[in-house]
């Protein structure tokens, strides 16, 4: 049942429009229609709204989240005037990476009945065929397409594919079921005597220009070239079995091995062996996606960066040698002298357990051959040295401006080579996905023997005001204590916050007011948050948000000030009508603009509503 679901990626390219959106909607409809059956291995509509991992949303919103995508960008992108659900489109829109911003408060959501849910996919899968349907748009679709806010959506969902079926590994066993169309392949043997073998140095050049066949997120896009000395790469992924040696030596118990950001992740969880064993009286067992079954200890072990880092160090001292996890780089190195080739799509090709071709769950490490080394694709992805960061020529998507920046924090590690779920996008080579080094994925890893220690460069600066963006502020600020009494002010909320300046000088004026910054922005809430981490200050909260359609819990404020961009706004009086409910009686209502805006088109609406307003244009010399 599984083989129907079964893609290749779209190319870019082609001769015939009705071919490519043929080809288009049926890998939509293939992708949205796999998500719903990753669900259907739940015993019933109760798992919906259980949380398997504290620091996610319960499951419903990963549910909601990926129908409710389709609709905000195609909304962004003015591709659409009219919402399915914008209170669905509101609560299911932000939280997926542990961000200060993801407000993962549970009374704060009204999470909604499930066969509710369903009916709105359905509803979000008309809306998106229709479009696809009677889109205009020209070949190769590029960067600007009108067609690649589809794509984008599609690849979004084959991402939350994968870490959806992470947190489902996660339940409680008792919550899910075996799946006709997931099935999971167990083998039992021993683990085969991993090795290292020499791989020859080169330099190595990264990044994809736009031209290239396949869709790819913001990240990819750039160039970057590093010389890679020679190395040696271990001949196998390290196996259940080889990481039992750690555990059995008292890997966990020994700090010498840790790092602090280690050391403080195990002592916070406890941790004794890696999260899918099942402690089973002195032995293990092993959770897959819908089953808890014998070791297979030939499997490659799933851990985080901080625990296959440790390895590293055990073994390290065990061998008296320099044994760490690969950066980038050499990932890259050790793929192309494999054999393998940065821009080529390896889905449908038989060549290694990804793309759902082989099973729903790992297999043997000595399964699939590449040169003379297995699974440097596929089986489970291999954790790097690298927090991700961008390539020279970078430039975010305007549909997409927080897939990547927020993660260019040095918190976030690269994985490399796709899993046995990983499909679209992430089965390309020059795919980047980064994430937290505490976090879960079906993520294992491969070691190095280098003759010296790298030390890792990639700290990136982050949290600098941008000087002009201040002076906007600044006279915001002057402009707000003409007309507002901040003495008599308990609430504020800020509209377009950008790095917290407004906010940070409301608060050194009266340290007794509530604020409340929001900006669409994900990288600007990052530094906001920074900043607030910086100075202590109390009293102060930053979101993610989008002003035209915030969340309901934003409510009961003095005073609303709206310092957003005005062509942000895509629908200024449903705006305002919001705004004017989130206002408490007496309460004021601000708008100041950086650049030109339709002046007379606001004090319309203003006007018709009865509300006690003030409207600046303010300029920046």
């Not at 089953?291 to 590293?312: G, K, R, T």
């Amino acid at each position: 049942m599984l083989k129907k679901y079964l893609t290749k990626n779209i190319s870019l390219y082609g001769t015939d429009i009705e071919v490519k959106r043929d080809e288009i909607k049926e890998y939509f409809l293939r992708t949205y229609e796999l998500y719903e059956k990753l669900y259907d291995i739940f015993v019933d509509n109760s798992v919906y709204y259980t949380q398997p991992e504290p620091l996610r949303h319960k499951l419903i919103f990963y549910f909601g989240h990926t129908a409710t995508f389709y609709i905000n960008k195609l909304i962004i992108g003015r591709y659409i005037q009219n919402r399915v659900n914008p209170t669905y489109e509101s609560i299911f829109a932000i939280g997926v990476d542990e961000m200060s911003w993801d407000d993962l408060n549970n009374s704060n959501y009204n999470w909604p009945d499930v066969n509710e849910v369903k009916e709105y996919r359905t509803k979000v899968k008309q809306v998106v065929l229709e479009y696809i349907e009677n889109c205009d748009f020209t070949l190769p679709i590029n960067w600007d397409s009108p067609m690649w806010v589809i794509l984008m959506g599609i690849e979004h969902e084959r991402i939350h594919l994968e870490t959806s079926s992470v947190l489902h590994r996660q339940l409680d066993i008792k919550y899910v079921k075996k799946s006709e169309i997931f099935k999971e392949y167990i083998e039992y043997k021993n683990a085969p005597i991993n090795e290292l073998l020499f791989v020859k140095g080169s330099l190595v050049r990264l990044g994809r220009d736009k031209k290239s066949d396949f869709y790819g997120w913001d990240n990819e896009y750039g160039s970057y070239m590093h010389e890679v000395e020679d190395f040696k790469a271990s001949k196998y992924l390290v196996s259940n079995q080889e990481f039992m040696d750690f555990v059995l030596d008292g890997g966990y118990e020994n700090d010498e091995y840790w790092s602090d950001e280690g050391l403080r992740w195990r002592d916070y969880k406890q941790v004794k062996h890696p999260h899918f064993w099942v402690q089973d009286g002195n032995n293990y067992k092993y959770r897959t996606m819908t089953q808890i079954v014998d070791m297979p200890w030939s499997y490659p072990v799933e851990v985080n960066f901080l625990e296959a880092e440790a390895f590293c160090k055990y073994l390290s001292k065990k061998t008296n040698k320099n044994i760490i996890l690969p950066s980038e780089a050499q990932w890259h190195r050790l793929s192309e002298y494999c054999g393998l080739e940065y821009n080529k799509d390896y889905s449908l090709q038989g060549i290694a357990n990804i793309n759902l071709e082989y099973n729903c769950s790992s297999v043997s490490v000595d399964k699939f051959a590449h040169g003379d080394f297995f699974d440097v694709i596929g089986n489970v992805w291999q954790w790097t040295t690298t927090p991700i960061d961008q390539f020279t020529g970078f430039e975010v998507h305007p549909l997409y401006d927080d897939f990547s920046v927020p993660t260019f924090d040095t918190r976030h590690n690269i994985i490399k080579g796709g899993s046995w779920i990983s499909t679209g996008n992430e089965v390309l080579l020059s795919s980047r996905y980064a994430f937290r080094r505490h976090f879960f994925q079906h993520a294992g890893f491969r070691y190095i023997e280098v003759e010296q220690l790298i030390l890792n460069a990639h700290e990136i600066e982050q949290g600098a005001f941008v000087l002009e963006e201040q002076k906007f502020y600044d006279e915001v600020f002057l402009k707000l204590n003409e007309v507002v009494n901040l003495d008599t002010i308990k609430n504020v909320l800020n509209i377009g916050c950008f790095y917290g300046g407004l906010v940070f000088d409301i608060h050194k004026a009266n340290k007794n007011i509530a604020i409340t910054g929001i900006d669409f922005t994900a990288r600007n809430i990052m530094i906001a948050q920074k900043n607030l981490d910086t100075f202590r200050y109390e009293n102060i909260e930053f979101w993610q948000g989008d002003s035209c359609n915030l969340k309901k819990h934003f409510s009961g404020y003095d005073l609303i000030i709206l310092t957003n961009s005005f062509n942000e706004i895509y629908s200024l009086d449903h705006m305002i009508d919001d705004l004017i409910l989130k206002l408490n009686p007496n309460g004021k209502l601000v708008f100041a603009f950086k650049s030109e805006f339709d002046q007379e088109l606001v004090q319309k609406y203003i006007n018709e509503r009865n509300i006690e307003s003030y409207i600046w244009q303010i300029s920046i010399n």
